[in-house]
Every structure is written in structure tokens, then in C-alpha cells.
């Protein structure tokens, strides 16, 4: 009975003492790294058509934050995207298929708490460029093909919450781009024509929540 009593109190000494002063770090000249992910899928019937408009759109997001300030971090992170639709045309389906790569330079303002439960502010620029390839058919015989090439510049404001497991292990939901500007060019090209349709684009929204807008990751503080 000692013994077992001694196991217990020895790994109950481990997990508390892995867990006290998680504020340190939110400090000054600690770093961060981290990989968050969204998934996002529907599907919609329009009034009950036995083809209903397919979306998916999957976001990978590996990111690496210092901390400037008590609870207050200037980070660099990458997304990589990918995504398809599938939609009614005007003779048949529509399938489209994108791709991109882009950047996400900002902070993050983490609220001043003694809780391991943490909420954060996260204002970023950031810099996408997407390829897209769409594909009409007529029936199962495919009608027309086309390419698109889009750079996006934003400025977004989200945020999220990070839950600390331990001094250095941290799970993290973010909760989307509340409140964006966004500006965009995008070239498109139809196969077999020499003319590109060239368009610019300015866009403010504040985005409401849906299932797509949360994302999950894991944070490790060192």
C-alpha cells in the first residue's frame, strides 16, 4: 500500500509541478511554435435538386510567434490551401479545383489572467496568391476549361482562445477573420482564347460565424 501511495503522490507531484507558473510563459522573450488546421465541408441542395452544390476547402497553417511584451507576440506564419467545388451550370456540372500558398505577418494580444484558459486578439497582414482550375460539362463530356491566378492582400482582425496543458503545451482554437479588408486581382484565361480578363477587386466584411470559421491546433512555448 506504501508503495502504491508513493507511484500516486510521485506522479501527482509531476503533473502539478508541470502545470504551475503556465503564465511564464506569456512573458517577455519567450517564443512559440505552432500548426493550426480547418477543414470545412458542404453541401447544398437549393430547395431539394438531387445534385446539390458541393464545397470543401481544407487550410493548414504552420506559425512561429515571439513574445515582445508580457502576453503580447509578433508572429510569421504560412497557409496552404486547398479546395474544390462542384455546382450546376448552364448546360451541366461545374467542377473547380484551387490551390495557394500564402503568408500572415501580425500579433497576438493575449488577455492578462492567472486561468490557463486564455483568450487572444489577433490583428495580421497578409498575403495570399491562389491558382484556380475550372471545367464545364455537358453531360460527362467536358464543354470548356479555364484557369485563374489571384493575389490577395488583407488586413484582418480574429481571434481565438489557447488552453494551456502544461508550462509548454498549449491547445488553441481560433475563431476566423471577424472583421477584414481585402483587396484582389485576378487574372482568368479560357482555353484556346488569347484574351485574359483581368479584374480588381476592394472587399470589407465582418464575417459571421459558421463552422468554417474555427480552426485547431496545438502550440508549443518554449
Known amino acids: 500500500m506504501k508503495k502504491q501511495n508513493l507511484i500516486i503522490g510521485t506522479l501527482c507531484a509531476?503533473?502539478?509541478?508541470?502545470t504551475l507558473n503556465v503564465n511564464a510563459q506569456f512573458?517577455?522573450?519567450?517564443?512559440?511554435?505552432?500548426?493550426n488546421m480547418m477543414y470545412n465541408s458542404t453541401e447544398d441542395a437549393k430547395?431539394?435538386?438531387?445534385?446539390?452544390?458541393?464545397?470543401?476547402?481544407?487550410?493548414?497553417?504552420?506559425?512561429?510567434e515571439y513574445f515582445f511584451k508580457?502576453?503580447?507576440s509578433f508572429g510569421v506564419g504560412f497557409l496552404l490551401l486547398n479546395g474544390s467545388s462542384e455546382r450546376d451550370g448552364f448546360n451541366?456540372?461545374?467542377?473547380?479545383?484551387?490551390s495557394g500558398l500564402g503568408l500572415l505577418i501580425g500579433s497576438r494580444i493575449y488577455s492578462a489572467s492567472d486561468s490557463r484558459f486564455r483568450f487572444y486578439?489577433?490583428?495580421?497582414?497578409?498575403?495570399?496568391?491562389?491558382?484556380?482550375?475550372?471545367?464545364e460539362f455537358f453531360g460527362s463530356i467536358s464543354q470548356s476549361k479555364s484557369t485563374s491566378k489571384s493575389t490577395n492582400l488583407s488586413a484582418t482582425l480574429g481571434g481565438g482562445f489557447t488552453y494551456m496543458l502544461n508550462n509548454h503545451w498549449g491547445l488553441d482554437l481560433g475563431i476566423g477573420n471577424l472583421i477584414s479588408f481585402t483587396s484582389t486581382n485576378t487574372e482568368s484565361k479560357q482555353d484556346g482564347s488569347a484574351d485574359t480578363d483581368i479584374r480588381k477587386s476592394l472587399n470589407f466584411s465582418?464575417?459571421?460565424?459558421?463552422?468554417g470559421s474555427f480552426s485547431f491546433g496545438i502550440n508549443y512555448f518554449f
Open 121 to 135: 486578439a489577433n490583428p495580421q497582414l497578409g498575403f495570399l496568391s491562389m491558382n484556380q482550375e475550372s471545367e
Open 14 to 18: 509531476i503533473f502539478f509541478g508541470a
Open 70 to 72: 508580457q502576453n503580447t
Open 47 to 64: 430547395g431539394g435538386t438531387p445534385n446539390p452544390d458541393k464545397n470543401s476547402a481544407s487550410i493548414i497553417n504552420p506559425k512561429f
Open 27 to 35: 512573458e517577455l522573450g519567450r517564443k512559440m511554435v505552432g500548426l
Open 92 to 98: 451541366g456540372k461545374i467542377n473547380e479545383k484551387m
Open 206 to 211: 465582418m464575417a459571421p460565424l459558421d463552422l
